[in-house]
T-cell receptor
Framework: AQSVSQHNHHVILSEAASLELGCNYS??????LFWYVQYPGQHLQLLLK??????LVKGIKGFEAEFIKSKFSFNLRKPSVQWSDTAEYFC????????????FGTGTRLLVSP | DGGITQSPKYLFRKEGQNVTLSCEQN?????MYWYRQDPGQGLRLIYY???????QKGDIAEGYSVSREKKESFPLTVTSAQKNPTAFYLC??????????????FGDGTRLSIL
């Protein structure tokens, strides 16, 4: 069965600090990978996605993520965070063949202090 | 603007009462989903549907029911059999049916509390 692990449950950073949120998944086949963000009081929205090709994908608001197949990882990064990045971040995975449900990690709450 | 509308935003349920959460989308998406979000547990799949009059149980379907009479609508009923219904409920839809690699689009959610 698929599973997703987000090891950092809470992260507190100062503005301009660099961010890296870990995401590891367990699945034996080809995967599609997603990072979603949920800002306070807002709906879940897509930050970025990886299906194939260049393993370094760039998303909205300066975020990027790198798919490392050998490590089953899809870590999210941002070189310099802003106060407005305060949100909860979810990594999600689904398999590429047949119907495979989207499996979410437990989320990481990021607090950026001004 | 196209999107997913969930209503109500807040809902209170008395013990032993069934309540229905609304989800409407105007994105012309085939697949629709219901998730439950609890603190520290991420999102868990309750039910999903690919086409009208077809739906399947997800991981935590017990105590819930759904219908898909129209493509744009996928209401979720939380029955009295659901012993721990207090949670944040999210509806999502996706283009390309259940298969494929299109991302899911989410509504604003409904927060259900027990009186």
């Amino acid at each position: 069965a698929q599973s997703v692990s987000q090891h950092n449950h809470h992260v507190i950073l100062s503005e301009a600090a660099s961010l890296e949120l870990g995401c590891n998944y367990s699945y034996g086949g080809t995967v599609n990978l997603f990072w979603y963000v949920q800002y306070p009081g807002q709906h879940l929205q897509l930050l970025l996605k990886y299906f194939s090709g260049d393993p370094l994908v760039k998303g909205i608001k300066g975020f990027e993520a790198e798919f490392i197949k050998s490590k089953f990882s899809f870590n999210l990064r941002k070189p310099s965070v802003q106060w407005s990045d305060t949100a909860e971040y979810f990594c999600a995975v689904n398999g590429d063949t047949g119907f495979q449900k989207l499996v979410f990690g437990t989320g990481t709450r990021l607090l950026v202090s001004p | 603007d196209g999107g997913i509308t969930q209503s109500p935003k807040y809902l209170f349920r008395k013990e032993g009462q069934n309540v229905t959460l609304s989800c409407e989308q105007n994105l012309n998406h085939d697949a629709m989903y219901w998730y439950r979000q609890d603190p520290g547990q991420g999102l868990r799949l309750i039910y999903y549907s690919q086409i009208v009059n077809d739906f399947q149980k997800g991981d935590i379907a017990e105590g819930y029911s759904v219908s898909r009479e129209k493509k744009e609508s996928f209401p979720l009923t939380v029955t009295s059999a659901q012993k721990n219904p207090t949670a944040f409920y999210l509806c999502a839809s996706k283009d390309g049916g259940l298969k494929g690699n299109q991302p899911q689009h989410f509504g604003d959610g409904t927060r259900l509390s027990i009186l």
